[in-house]
C-alpha cells in the first residue's frame, strides 16, 4: 500500500492522487485560539513555504481556522500549488464572533462552503474535503450531509470525501452511500480511543489521519514524563514528539500525519520523524503503554 521515503512512504488517496505519510496540520497558523490573524503573518507564510521545500504535499486546513484566515495564508503562500500537491479541507461548521465551533451542515450550507473554499484556496476542485461531524442537528440527518458531498463529488467540485469526528456507524453508514477516502479522528500515543474506526479504515484501504497527533501541544502533555518514551527519544537521539509520530507510522500504514505547528523548527523535527525508525521492541513498549480504546488516565 505504501511505498518508501524520507516522509513516511507514499499513500494512495484516490485516483491520481498519491501523498507522503508526512503532511502539516496548518491550524496553528491562525491567531490564539485559532481565531484571528496571526501574530506574524510574515512566519506563518514562512511555515508553509518551508513545508514545500521540505517535501510535505498535504496540508490540512479548513475556513473553520481563522476563520477564513489559514486558507487566504495558504493561497497567498503556496498558490500556484504544485502539481499533485493535496490541500484538504473540511466542512460542516462555522465561528461566530465569540470564536465558537457551531454546526452549519444543512446540503445548501455544505454546498456554499464548498465554494467559499475553492474561492479562497484560489482553485476549481478541492483534492479531499472532510464533513466535519458536529452532532445530531434537528431536520437535517447525517445520510442527507454524505449525499450533499456525494453529489458536489459528481459535480467535479470535490476529489475525494472525507469524514471527520464520526462514530463506527456513521463510517458504515457513509461507505453506503459514497466512496470515503479518509477519515479524521483524535487518536495519538495517549489517546487511543479511536481504535476501532483506525481499524475499520485500514481494513476499508482508506486513509486515517489523526488529529492531534502530538496530544495538542506534546511538550506539555501527560506523555512527557513517561520514562519509556524518555528513554526511546534518547536512545536515537530524538525528541518525544518525534518518536510519538514515527510510533503513529508504525501504527498502520494508511496512518497519515498532520502535526500543527507554527514554528520553522518544530515543523523541520516534526517532518524528520518521517525517517526515524523503531525496532519492534520499541514499539512494543509504547504500545503497552496505553491499551487500545482508552487513554493515558484510563491506563493508570
Ligand atoms: N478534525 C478536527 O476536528 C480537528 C481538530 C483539531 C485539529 N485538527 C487538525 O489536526 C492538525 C493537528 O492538530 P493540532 O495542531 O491541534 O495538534 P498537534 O499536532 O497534536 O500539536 C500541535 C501543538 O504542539 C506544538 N508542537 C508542534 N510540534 C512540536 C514539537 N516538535 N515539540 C513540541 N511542541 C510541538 C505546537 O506548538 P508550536 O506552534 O509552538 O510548535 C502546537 O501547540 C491541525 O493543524 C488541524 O489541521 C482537526
Redesign the pocket.
Known amino acids: 500500500m505504501t511505498t518508501a521515503n524520507a516522509l513516511g512512504g507514499r499513500f494512495p488517496l484516490g485516483p491520481g492522487l498519491e501523498i507522503n505519510r508526512v503532511g ?6 491562525a491567531g490564539p485560539g ?1 481565531f484571528g490573524p496571526p501574530a506574524d503573518r510574515e512566519a506563518a507564510i514562512a511555515v508553509l513555504r518551508r513545508a514545500v521545500e521540505l517535501g510535505i504535499d498535504h ?4 475556513d473553520f ?1 481563522g476563520p477564513w484566515v489559514v486558507n487566504e495564508l495558504i493561497a497567498e503562500a503556496l498558490h500556484p500549488y504544485e502539481a499533485n500537491f493535496v490541500v ?1 479541507t ?1 466542512i460542516g461548521a462555522y465561528r461566530d464572533d465569540q470564536a465558537n465551533w457551531l454546526p452549519l451542515n444543512h446540503p445548501a450550507a455544505l454546498r456554499s462552503q464548498v465554494h467559499d473554499n475553492l474561492r479562497r484556496l484560489r482553485t476549481d476542485v478541492l483534492d479531499l474535503v ?1 464533513l ?1 461531524d458536529m452532532g445530531p442537528q434537528e431536520g437535517i440527518t447525517f445520510a442527507d450531509q454524505v449525499g450533499a458531498l456525494h453529489d458536489l463529488k459528481q459535480q467535479g467540485l470535490i476529489r475525494t470525501i472525507g469524514l ?2 464520526v462514530e463506527l456507524g456513521h463510517y458504515a453508514e457513509a461507505r453506503e452511500i459514497t466512496e470515503i477516502a479518509s477519515v ?3 487518536y ?1 500515543v495517549v489517546n487511543r480511543t479511536a481504535a476501532t474506526l483506525l481499524d475499520a479504515t485500514t481494513e476499508a484501504g482508506a486513509a486515517f ?12 502533555s501527560r506523555a512527557r514524563g513517561d520514562e519509556d518514551l524518555k528513554a526511546i527519544a534518547e536512545a536515537h537521539g530524538a ?4 518518536v510519538s509520530l514515527a510510533w503513529l507510522l508504525r501504527r498502520a500504514s494508511n496512518v497519515l500525519l ?6 520553522v ?3 523541520e ?2 517532518t524528520a520523524a518521517g525517517t526515524l525508525a523503531l525496532d519492534d521492541s520499541e514499539v512494543a513498549r509504547l504500545d503497552a503503554l496505553v491499551a487500545e480504546g482508552e487513554t493515558l488516565e484510563e491506563a493508570h
Open positions: 502539516f496540520g496548518a491550524m496553528q497558523l485559532v496540508i490540512d486546513t479548513s481556522y484538504a473540511k472532510y466535519r471527520s469526528n479524521q479522528n483524535l495519538n489521519v489523526p488529529f492531534f497527533p502530538l496530544g495538542s501541544g506534546f511538550a506539555d525528541t518525544q514528539a518525534q498532520i502535526p500543527g505547528t507554527s514554528s523548527a518544530h515543523l523535527e516534526n
